[in-house]
C-alpha cells in the first residue's frame, strides 16, 4: 500500500523542467575582436561606446569590456572615470595573470595625467614597472611615461633617471629623446639637449613636436636662423597641432617655450 501511494504522489508531481542550456563559452578572439570594435568606434563616437562598453559589461564582458570603457571614457574626456575604470580592468588582468595588465595600468596613469591627477598617475606607472615578466620594450614605454608624470610634479631628478633608463631600453622611441631634450635644455646642459633632440630628429625626420623643440634649443644658444628654421618646418608640416600653432607663434616672436 505504502508502495502504491509514493507511487501515486510521484505521478501526480510534475517532473521538474530541464535547466535552460548554458550559452557557448566565448573565445578570446570573440572578446579581442569585440574590443578592437569598441575602441574602433571609441574614436568616431565615445558615446556610442560608452553605450556599447556598458551593455557588454552587463553580459559579463570582463576586462576588454572594461577597457573599451576606459577607452570610451578617454575619448569624452572622463579622465578621472576613465583612470578608475582601466585601473579596475588592470586589477582584473592581474589577478588573470594576463599579460595585459600592463597596459591597463600604461593607461590608467596616462587617463590620470590627461586629468591633472600626476600622484596618482605615478602610481599607476609604479604598479606597471613592479609587474614580473615585463619585456625591455614595455619597461623602456613605462619609464617614459613615468618621467611625464615626474615632469608633471616637478621631479626633474626622477624625471631625468627615468630617460636615461627609456633610452637604454626602447633607443628608437623618439618620445624619450624628445622628453630628454626638453629637460636638458630647461636646465642649460646644452650639450645633452642638442645630442637628444638630434637623435629623435633622425628617429622622426617629419615630427612638428621634434622639430618645435629643435627651434627652441636652437633659440636658447642664441642662433636665431637654425631656430626659425625648425619653427618653420613644425608650422608647416602640422600647422593646427598643438607644436604647430606654438611654432608660428614663435615665428611671430611670441615664443613662450616651456
Do not use: Y
Given at each position: 500500500m505504502l508502495i502504491l501511494l509514493a507511487a501515486a504522489v510521484a505521478a501526480a508531481v510534475p517532473a521538474a523542467a530541464p535547466p535552460p542550456p548554458s550559452a557557448p563559452p566565448v573565445s578570446q578572439a570573440e572578446?579581442?575582436?569585440?574590443?578592437?570594435?569598441?575602441?574602433?568606434?571609441?574614436?568616431?563616437?565615445?558615446?556610442?561606446?560608452?553605450?556599447?562598453?556598458?551593455?557588454?559589461?552587463?553580459?559579463?564582458?570582463?576586462?576588454?569590456?572594461?577597457?573599451?570603457?576606459?577607452?570610451?571614457q578617454s575619448g569624452l574626456e572622463q579622465w578621472a572615470a576613465s583612470a578608475t575604470t582601466f585601473e579596475a580592468a588592470a586589477k582584473e588582468a592581474q589577478i588573470a595573470r594576463d599579460p595585459m595588465a600592463v597596459v591597463l595600468w600604461m593607461q590608467a596613469g596616462n587617463a590620470a595625467l590627461a586629468g591633472d591627477e600626476a600622484v596618482r598617475a605615478r602610481?599607476?606607472?609604479?604598479?606597471?614597472?613592479?609587474?614580473?615578466?615585463?619585456?625591455k620594450e614595455m619597461q623602456g614605454e613605462v619609464?617614459?611615461?613615468?618621467?611625464?608624470?615626474?615632469?608633471?610634479?616637478?621631479?626633474?631628478?626622477?624625471?631625468?633617471?627615468?630617460?636615461?633608463?627609456?633610452?637604454?631600453?626602447?633607443?628608437?622611441?623618439?618620445?624619450?629623446?624628445?622628453?630628454?631634450?626638453?629637460?636638458?635644455?630647461k636646465a642649460k646642459d646644452m650639450a645633452t639637449a642638442f645630442a637628444a633632440i638630434r637623435e629623435a630628429a633622425k628617429l622622426a625626420p617629419g615630427d612638428a613636436s621634434i622639430a618645435y623643440e629643435a627651434g627652441?634649443?636652437?633659440?636658447?644658444?642664441?642662433?636665431?636662423?637654425?631656430?626659425?628654421?625648425?619653427?618653420?618646418?613644425a608650422a608647416q608640416t602640422a600647422p593646427d597641432s598643438p607644436a604647430g600653432q606654438a611654432a608660428a607663434l614663435a615665428l611671430k616672436g611670441e615664443n613662450g617655450s616651456k
Open positions: 572578446h579581442s575582436a569585440r574590443g578592437a570594435t569598441c575602441a574602433e568606434l571609441a574614436n568616431r563616437d565615445p558615446a556610442a561606446a560608452e553605450a556599447e562598453a556598458r551593455a557588454w559589461m552587463a553580459t559579463n564582458g570582463g576586462m576588454a569590456a572594461r577597457q573599451c570603457l576606459g577607452i570610451a602610481g599607476d606607472f609604479d604598479r606597471a614597472l613592479a609587474l614580473p615578466g615585463l619585456s619609464h617614459i611615461d613615468r618621467a611625464r608624470a615626474a615632469v608633471a610634479l616637478g621631479d626633474v631628478a626622477a624625471a631625468r633617471a627615468d630617460l636615461d633608463q627609456a633610452t637604454i631600453l626602447v633607443p628608437r622611441d623618439p618620445l624619450g629623446w624628445l622628453l630628454r631634450a626638453n629637460l636638458a635644455r627652441n634649443i636652437a633659440a636658447a644658444s642664441g642662433n636665431m636662423e637654425d631656430a626659425k628654421a625648425a619653427w618653420t618646418r
